[in-house]
């Protein structure tokens, strides 16, 4: 990891106690976060937004959130990501990323960047996975997390490395649309399975 | 004649993993609604945990439409990342979904237990039938997961088939018809069909596992054969090609 790197918050097992140590140690100077789509529940303030919520975090590890940058773009997967990384960095010529993120994601979060942004940007990027402490590494298949982390990472490697980015990315339906979605969905149902609600109506 | 038997096979495999794979992810839904007479006071919603982001929402809406008089909350083990406070207990974060999506604090029922599988899930939902016996439970999970319920459900509550009803709840993260083209609709359909042999084979016996082993030895076997005559070919093929250069 370079002197003094900006730290881009991917996810991973213990990651905002990795960056409190790093900023301690006086190797970050700002952490970047991609900011992601709202999703339903943080649309309807069940959770706070993630910003809201790294910045929460950092604090609570004695780390002044003032120090936390939001790239801006909403990226809908992780090739956005990287291309609004890419647009970041190349207003910031002289910066170098440190991306942390889990364990077995690294390997994919490391071929998408190298893919999708240009060499000299890729070269200034690094990535760490973080351990999941909730398993033992060396005997991942002795545990259920462990073999839900380590199928998912191999699927996903499989499919970025086979499919790339994806040609339209999904964007999650409001809180509103699912719902009514939803309810498109049981109105066959009901008419057919439940008479004993037709017969109230 | 050889090659052309070759071909046709690698033509047919293609066709049948295609339109295998194609129906890979919608084959997993069952959805099904079976509530018959049952009275609206008597019946239960409840949204499996693994999904707040979309089956809770789901669940609130069958209360809303009025099909459901209850809606009940699995028990969970809280996450690591809840026992350091970093967020919210899962059961939590369902039960503000449920409030701020219109159901009111009285009709919300916490079950006891400690969620961990969907084995687990169903065995917790169990306990909803000794307090009233005459229950229908709707059981709102992800679609890729319905099928898997359903076989957990068959095999723990064989003497209730009529007492609950799997319902799937919308995707929005990838489309079900084109699950490969996205990284989640590979991760989720790739797993759920793995995790349901996994199912069938702990449910089936010794009959599905039967079936798995020759299945498996039968692939072995293709995969051998169809290996030793592309070897046998090449060493035909640079055979014919040195006795050419000599001549």
């Known amino acids: ?201 | 004649m050889n090659w052309r038997r070759g071909m046709a096979c690698l033509v047919l495999t293609i066709i049948t993993v295609m339109i295998t794979a194609r129906f890979a992810a919608g084959w997993l839904d069952v959805s099904e609604l079976r509530q018959g007479n049952t009275p609206r006071e008597q019946t239960y919603v409840v949204a499996l945990p693994g999904g707040t982001d979309s089956r809770t929402f789901a669940a609130a809406v069958i209360y809303r439409e009025g099909i459901a008089g209850t809606v009940a909350i699995l028990g969970e083990l809280d996450s690591f990342a809840a026992e350091q406070g970093d967020q919210l207990p899962t059961w939590r974060i369902a039960e503000l979904v449920y409030r701020s999506r219109g159901v009111p604090q009285d009709k919300i029922l916490l079950l006891a237990g400690k969620s961990q599988s969907t084995e687990t899930d169903i065995q917790q939902l169990a306990t909803l039938w000794e307090h009233e016996p005459q229950a229908h439970v709707i059981i709102v999970t992800s679609a890729a997961h319905t099928r898997r319920v359903a076989l957990t459900c068959r095999n723990l509550l064989p003497k209730a088939p009529e007492r609950y009803s799997i319902l799937a709840c919308p995707e929005d993260r990838y489309a079900v018809d084109r699950w490969w083209q996205t990284e989640t609709g590979m991760r989720v359909t790739v797993a759920e069909n793995l995790k349901l042999a996994v199912y069938a084979a702990r449910f089936g016996g010794w009959k599905v596992a039967t079936l798995f082993v020759l299945i498996g030895s039968f692939v072995m076997y293709a995969a051998r054969r169809y290996r030793s005559q592309q070897s046998h070919h090449q060493t035909a093929s640079s055979e014919r090609t040195t006795i050419e250069c000599v001549s």
């Open chain 1, 1 to 201: 990891m370079p002197q003094k790197a900006n730290v881009l918050l991917d996810g991973g097992d213990g990651c905002f106690d990795y960056v409190a140590d790093l900023v301690r140690d006086n190797s970050c100077s700002q952490v970047l976060i991609l900011q992601t789509p709202l999703s339903r529940l943080e649309e309807i303030g069940v959770i706070p937004n993630a910003t809201v919520g790294t910045v929460k975090n950092l604090e609570r590890g004695g780390v002044d959130g003032r120090i936390v940058t939001t790239i801006p773009g909403r990226p809908l997967n992780r090739w956005d990501g990287a291309l609004c990384l890419e647009s970041w960095m190349q207003d910031h010529p002289r910066e170098f990323v440190h991306v942390v993120c889990e364990q077995h994601q690294g390997r994919i979060v490391r071929t998408i960047i190298d893919h999708s942004t240009k060499p000299s940007i890729a070269a200034r990027i690094t990535v760490a996975g973080l351990q999941d402490q909730r398993f033992v590494d060396r005997h991942w298949w002795k545990s259920r997390r462990g073999w839900t982390v380590v199928l998912n990472g191999w699927i996903s490697f499989a499919h970025v490395n086979s499919f790339g980015a994806p040609d339209d990315a999904t964007r999650s339906l409001s809180a509103a649309e699912f719902e009514n979605r939803m309810i498109k969905k049981i109105h066959p149902l009901v008419e057919e399975h439940v008479p004993a609600l037709q017969a109230s109506k």
